[in-house]
């Protein structure tokens, strides 16, 4: 059997491709992914499209490798993934609702973002398939549902919380969920379309409010694969300050999160406490980088931010305070047993389902898939620095928990550490884009964040797919969710903590 | 869990402890928001956050308003889970199409009178989404709005000036009694 790379080896190769190889490969190879993924040899990374072509990236846990089957589809019909690997099939929905191209053979046939409220269909698609009605006009199809007792409860799009928006339909009987479907799409944006032709630094600011929680991991991933594509080295204090940033972001993310699952189980002590550092990174990240959430501080060729004296002492007395204050929060949290009575068993997901949909980040690792693009694919400077992946196979929402709690230790070391060996130097280089292609794959505080951009000579991008984490997330809470009682569905959820505009796009 | 509690009541409140030359400014900030809302409101006002769209940026932002440093609670605000009980609509993001018809139930829910606060510069008028097939636009385009606050996302301080200005300017002066000032 050959490995991944070397299939694709065997097709048409796309260039320059970096840093991992394209091609467009004959039908038979595509049937072949899809063996491949269906067996479980092969992760889907991600599924998209442009006109007359439909792009697969796959990982091969086996090699440790990513590669990018392309298939032609002159006809405006490829044949379905989904058919027989559960995870492509909201991809290719989506493919259907962006691109107007038809899934052959797949059995969901039902539209994914497009709600029918667009003045145009398939808006990425080629131009003469635009037509100006919306193709979109039944009524949305939920699962159909059967049994004695079994009721519905509809939630959202407007929730109750100072959250995001999205349909959920509970089908339960007496208190326990026996499905949960999800409806998504809300706060679809039209981002892909809006990167088309676009000059680069308003791809990068674009890109930067994919999902606002993670903006500096979408900033880095956006701006490792110009990069990648146009072969540009940043200057390593740039590389640095990156990931300075990132765990910056993930420590502010994890701390939210670990207060709002304990919020959710009415334990409104910790979540007060978790508020007060989360505030305080805020504040330390406005103090070295002149934004509490360092949006656009990242772009391609390196950082718009670098960090003085003064910053850089904030941030000392920032990881200080937390590794004075939060040993006493996880004490708290384990200590407490009524609180512990709700998220312990509760919202299962086992190895088998994380491994199948490749999820990444905290929901891939609290069950056993020990996968961190910062491992996998090590770059500077975390190839220099000595970390550990939480990693355990309990896979409820106590472990989820957890593992974030565990993150935390090791992101603020990883910042001791960033800021102790920041290298001097320069903090940009100057971008000079050229026609090539690049990918990238950036571990945000959700998982692995991959990002697929065609540059142009011209200064300008012709396309991107950005693919949050939360695509690969999102269809096991509706598995976690199972046999668990309605009450305990915001801990899922929480524990999950799912992005909708990163999904939605 | 004791001692935490202990902790917390034996220490300085948050604000107190730490000054910094930006938190005087958010302290004048604080007692004019708590002057105009018992003058206005009785300390009562209902907020409904609605995200019509956003990157979630803004909410993260609206989320700090209620960690212990900006506390908004102490001047009458509180963020309500149903529109129905809501005086305020704080929407943020630029309105999707798919949300349009989500965020006019909603303003069709809050029973009058009620305001609506624009929250971002994606509220404005669509900001960097402007434009695309997907967007309708600012909040302006879908519901009346009464006050934007400006920012990428507006900082919590940015939010509670905001929310005061909402109280000086739209909300209804009280009467004036014999027995007032």
Same mark, same amino acid.
């Given at each position: 059997?050959?490995?991944?790379?070397?299939?694709?080896?065997?097709?048409?190769?796309?260039?320059?491709?970096?840093?991992?190889?394209?091609?467009?490969?004959?039908?038979?190879?595509?049937?072949?992914?899809?063996?491949?993924?269906?067996?479980?040899?092969?992760?889907? +990374?991600?599924?998209?499209? #442009?006109?007359?072509? &439909?792009?697969?990236? =796959?990982?091969?846990? *086996?090699?440790? $490798?990513?590669? %990018?089957?392309?298939?032609?589809?002159?006809?405006?019909?490829?044949?379905?993934?989904?058919?027989?690997?559960?995870?492509?099939?909201?991809?290719?929905?989506?493919?259907?609702?962006?691109?107007?191209?038809?899934?052959?053979?797949?059995?969901?046939?039902?539209?994914?973002?497009?709600?029918?409220?667009?003045?145009?269909?398939?808006?990425?698609?080629?131009?003469?398939?635009?037509?100006?009605?919306?193709?979109?006009?039944?009524?949305?199809?939920?699962?159909?549902?059967?049994?004695?007792?079994?009721?519905?409860?509809?939630?959202?799009?407007?929730?109750?919380?100072?959250?995001?928006?999205?349909?959920?339909?509970?089908?339960?009987?007496?208190?326990?969920?026996?499905?949960?479907?999800?409806?998504?799409?809300? +706060?679809?944006?039209?981002? #892909?379309?809006?990167? &088309?032709?676009?000059? =680069?630094?308003?791809? *990068?600011?674009? $890109?930067?409010? %994919?999902?606002?929680?993670?903006?500096?991991?979408?900033?880095?991933?956006?701006?490792?694969?110009?990069?990648?594509?146009?072969?540009?080295?940043?200057?390593?204090?740039?590389?640095?300050?990156?990931?300075?940033?990132?765990?910056?972001?993930?420590?502010?993310?994890?701390?939210?999160?670990?207060?709002?699952?304990?919020?959710?189980?009415?334990?409104?002590?910790?979540?007060?406490?978790?508020?007060?550092?989360?505030?305080?990174?805020?504040?330390?990240?406005?103090?070295?980088?002149?934004?509490?959430?360092?949006?656009?501080?990242?772009?391609?060729?390196?950082?718009?931010?670098?960090?003085?004296?003064?910053?850089?002492?904030?941030?000392?007395?920032?990881?200080?305070?937390?590794?004075?204050?939060?040993?006493?929060?996880?004490?708290?949290?384990?200590?407490?047993?009524?609180?512990?009575?709700?998220?312990?068993?509760?919202?299962?997901?086992?190895?088998?389902?994380?491994?199948?949909?490749?999820?990444?980040?905290?929901?891939?690792?609290?069950?056993?898939?020990?996968?961190?693009?910062?491992?996998?694919?090590?770059?500077?400077?975390?190839?220099?620095?000595?970390?550990?992946?939480?990693?355990?196979?309990?896979?409820?929402?106590?472990?989820?928990?957890?593992?974030?709690?565990?993150?935390?230790?090791?992101?603020?070391?990883?910042?001791?550490?960033?800021?102790?060996?920041?290298?001097?130097?320069?903090?940009?280089?100057?971008?000079?884009?050229?026609?090539?292609?690049?990918?990238?794959?950036?571990?945000?505080?959700?998982?692995?964040?991959?990002?697929?951009?065609?540059?142009?000579?011209?200064?300008?991008?012709?396309?991107?797919?950005?693919?949050?984490?939360?695509?690969?997330?999102?269809?096991?809470?509706?598995?976690?969710?199972?046999?668990?009682?309605?009450?305990?569905?915001?801990?899922?959820?929480?524990?999950?903590?799912?992005?909708?505009?990163?999904?939605?796009? | 869990?004791?001692?935490?509690?202990?902790?917390?009541?034996?220490?300085?409140?948050?604000?107190?402890?730490?000054?910094?030359?930006?938190?005087?400014?958010?302290?004048?900030?604080?007692?004019?928001?708590?002057?105009?809302?018992?003058?206005?409101?009785?300390?009562?006002?209902?907020?409904?956050?609605?995200?019509?769209?956003?990157?979630?940026?803004?909410?993260?932002?609206?989320?700090?308003?209620?960690?212990?440093?900006?506390?908004?609670?102490?001047?009458?605000?509180?963020?309500?889970?149903?529109?129905?009980?809501?005086?305020?609509?704080?929407?943020?993001?630029?309105?999707?199409?798919?949300?349009?018809?989500?965020?006019?139930?909603?303003?069709?829910?809050?029973?009058?009178?009620?305001?609506?606060?624009?929250?971002?510069?994606?509220?404005?008028?669509?900001?960097?989404?402007?434009?695309?097939?997907?967007?309708?636009?600012?909040?302006?385009?879908?519901?009346?709005?009464?006050?934007?606050?400006?920012?990428?996302?507006?900082?919590?301080?940015?939010?509670?000036?905001?929310?005061?200005?909402?109280?000086?300017?739209?909300?209804?002066?009280?009467?004036?009694?014999?027995?007032?000032?």
């Amino acid at each position: 059997m050959s490995t991944l790379l070397e299939m694709i080896a065997d097709g048409r190769q796309i260039g320059p491709h970096a840093p991992w190889p394209r091609a467009v490969m004959p039908p038979d190879a595509w049937a072949f992914a899809a063996v491949q993924l269906a067996s479980g040899a092969w992760t889907l +990374v991600s599924l998209w499209a #442009e006109p007359g072509e &439909v792009h697969l990236a =796959l990982f091969d846990p *086996a090699a440790s $490798a990513i590669g %990018v089957m392309s298939l032609r589809t002159d006809s405006g019909r490829f044949p379905s993934i989904g058919a027989s690997h559960l995870p492509a099939r909201r991809f290719e929905r989506t493919v259907r609702d962006m691109h107007g191209l038809e899934p052959e053979g797949s059995p969901d046939n039902r539209p994914w973002l497009d709600h029918g409220t667009w003045s145009v269909s398939a808006p990425l698609g080629a131009p003469s398939r635009e037509v100006v009605s919306p193709v979109v006009t039944e009524p949305y199809r939920f699962l159909p549902v059967e049994g004695e007792g079994v009721h519905q409860i509809p939630v959202g799009p407007v929730h109750a919380g100072i959250i995001e928006p999205g349909h959920f339909r509970f089908s339960a009987n007496g208190e326990t969920v026996v499905r949960l479907e999800e409806r998504l799409g809300y +706060v679809h944006k039209g981002i #892909e379309s809006l990167l &088309v032709n676009t000059p =680069l630094d308003r791809a *990068a600011k674009l $890109a930067a409010r %994919v999902s606002g929680d993670s903006t500096v991991a979408y900033s880095t991933a956006f701006a490792q694969a110009v990069e990648a594509a146009c072969d540009v080295e940043i200057p390593s204090r740039a590389a640095w300050l990156r990931a300075l940033m990132l765990e910056l972001e993930r420590i502010a993310n994890h701390l939210g999160d670990i207060g709002a699952v304990c919020n959710d189980a009415a334990f409104a002590l910790m979540h007060a406490h978790c508020a007060v550092i989360r505030e305080r990174v805020l504040r330390a990240a406005n103090a070295a980088f002149g934004h509490r959430l360092m949006m656009d501080r990242v772009m391609p060729g390196g950082v718009g931010a670098d960090i003085d004296r003064a910053g850089r002492k904030q941030i000392k007395q920032l990881i200080a305070t937390i590794r004075r204050r939060f040993p006493g929060l996880v004490a708290l949290y384990n200590d407490t047993t009524s609180l512990q009575d709700r998220t312990v068993h509760t919202g299962y997901v086992d190895l088998e389902l994380v491994t199948q949909y490749g999820a990444g980040g905290f929901v891939g690792r609290a069950s056993g898939r020990a996968f961190d693009a910062r491992k996998v694919f090590p770059r500077a400077p975390y190839s220099s620095l000595d970390f550990e992946v939480p990693t355990s196979d309990r896979g409820d929402v106590d472990t989820r928990v957890h593992i974030r709690m565990s993150e935390i230790e090791q992101s603020v070391s990883l910042i001791d550490r960033l800021l102790d060996g920041l290298p001097e130097g320069e903090t940009r280089t100057d971008m000079h884009l050229r026609d090539a292609e690049g990918m990238a794959l950036v571990e945000g505080f959700r998982g692995d964040i991959f990002v697929w951009v065609r540059t142009k000579a011209d200064g300008t991008i012709a396309r991107a797919h950005l693919r949050d984490p939360s695509w690969l997330q999102w269809p096991l809470l509706e598995a976690a969710i199972e046999n668990n009682i309605v009450a305990d569905f915001p801990l899922c959820n929480k524990s999950f903590n799912c992005s909708y505009a990163g999904h939605d796009l | 869990m004791r001692k935490t509690i202990l902790g917390s009541l034996v220490s300085f409140p948050l604000t107190e402890r730490a000054p910094r030359p930006d938190e005087h400014a958010l302290r004048e900030l604080a007692e004019r928001v708590h002057e105009t809302a018992r003058r206005k409101l009785g300390r009562s006002l209902s907020i409904r956050q609605v995200d019509a769209g956003s990157c979630n940026g803004c909410e993260l932002e609206i989320h700090a308003l209620n960690n212990a440093f900006y506390d908004l609670e102490r001047f009458g605000f509180h963020f309500v889970a149903s529109p129905r009980h809501a005086d305020i609509l704080l929407v943020t993001g630029p309105v999707t199409k798919n949300m349009r018809e989500a965020l006019k139930r909603t303003y069709e829910a809050t029973p009058d009178p009620k305001w609506v606060v624009a929250v971002g510069d994606c509220a404005a008028n669509g900001g960097i989404f402007a434009g695309s097939y997907a967007v309708e636009g600012g909040v302006g385009d879908v519901v009346p709005v009464d006050l934007h606050i400006k920012g990428c996302p507006p900082s919590p301080t940015d939010l509670l000036a905001g929310l005061l200005a909402l109280m000086k300017r739209k909300l209804p002066q009280p009467k004036r009694r014999f027995w007032s000032r």
